[in-house]
Nanobody, 126 residues
Framework: QVQLVESGGGLVQPGGSLRLSCAGS????????LGWFRRAPGKEREFVAT????????EYGSSVKGRVTVSRDNAKSTMYLQMNRMTPEDTATYYC???????????????????WGQGTQVTVSS
């Protein structure tokens, strides 16, 4: 099992940037494919990004593609989400998630993930 803790959320102005971090502890993070999801008030949880175990494959949600970059540093047991050109529609609680795999697979389905962080709030407002 891996425990996940997000950080880096906060208030940012429209057009600004933010970098979220997801730190893992317990089992080594390199055993897991990782993902970012978000939930805005009154909306369903939405896929943001996913990255394979070695970081060689990535996939992004349509609403953020071209504006965000997911990365990971397995030596530091940390995943990152760099968000640029942010809009008020990016306001949400952001969650990192993990599922154990022996392949280079990744998934955009939240049902696939077995470990979740508590979330970090991101607010985009002037």
């Amino acid at each position: 099992q891996v425990q996940l803790v997000e950080s880096g959320g906060g208030l940012v102005q429209p057009g600004g940037s933010l970098r979220l971090s997801c730190a893992g502890s317990g089992q080594r993070l390199s055993d897991f494919a990782l993902g970012w999801f978000r939930r805005a008030p009154g909306k369903e949880r939405e896929f943001v990004a996913t990255i394979s175990r070695a970081g060689t494959r990535r996939e992004y949600g349509s609403s953020v593609k071209g504006r965000v970059t997911v990365s990971r540093d397995n030596a530091k047991s940390t995943m990152y989400l760099q968000m640029n050109r942010m809009t008020p529609e990016d306001t949400a609680t952001y969650y990192c998630a993990a599922y154990e795999t022996v392949t280079g697979a990744l998934s955009n389905s939240d049902a696939r993930y077995t470990n979740w962080g508590q979330g970090t709030q991101v607010t985009v407002s002037s």
